[in-house]
């Protein structure tokens, strides 16, 4: 069992920074790959960013690649998304989510955090 929590949400201006942190409970959470998923407003659950379990493989979907780095630290139980030169279309709750395997689709996500409010002003 992993439990996830999210944090480091909050109100930032276009062009800003954020740093989200993932933290998990469960001594099997290094053996886990974890993705990033947001939900905006009236739309779907989507695809953000995903890291293997040992950290050596990642993924971004292409409307933040160059902007958003996914990294973790297995000591801690951490899994990180650093946010740079954020714009308002970023704006979502961001829920980070664990599983044994690696891979973008959400439906195979076990373990799922509560979120996190991400808001980018213009």
């Known amino acids: 069992q992993v439990q996830l929590v999210e944090s480091g949400g909050g109100l930032v201006q276009a062009g800003g920074s954020l740093r989200l942190s993932c933290a998990a409970s469960?001594?099997?959470?290094?053996?886990?790959?974890t993705g990033w998923f947001r939900q905006a407003p009236g739309k779907e659950r989507e695809f953000v960013a995903a890291?293997?379990?040992?950290?050596?493989?990642?993924m971004y979907a292409d409307s933040v690649k160059g902007r958003f780095t996914i990294s973790r630290d297995n000591a801690k139980n951490t899994v990180y998304l650093q946010m740079n030169s954020l714009k308002p279309e970023d704006t979502a709750v961001y829920y980070c989510?664990?599983?044994?395997?690696?891979?973008?689709?959400?439906?195979?996500?076990?373990?799922w955090g509560q979120g996190t409010q991400v808001t980018v002003s213009a």
């Open positions: 989510a664990a599983d044994p395997s690696y891979g973008s689709s959400q439906i195979k996500y076990d373990y």
């Open positions: 890291i293997s379990w040992n950290g050596i493989r990642t």
């Open positions: 469960g001594r099997t959470f290094s053996s886990y790959a």
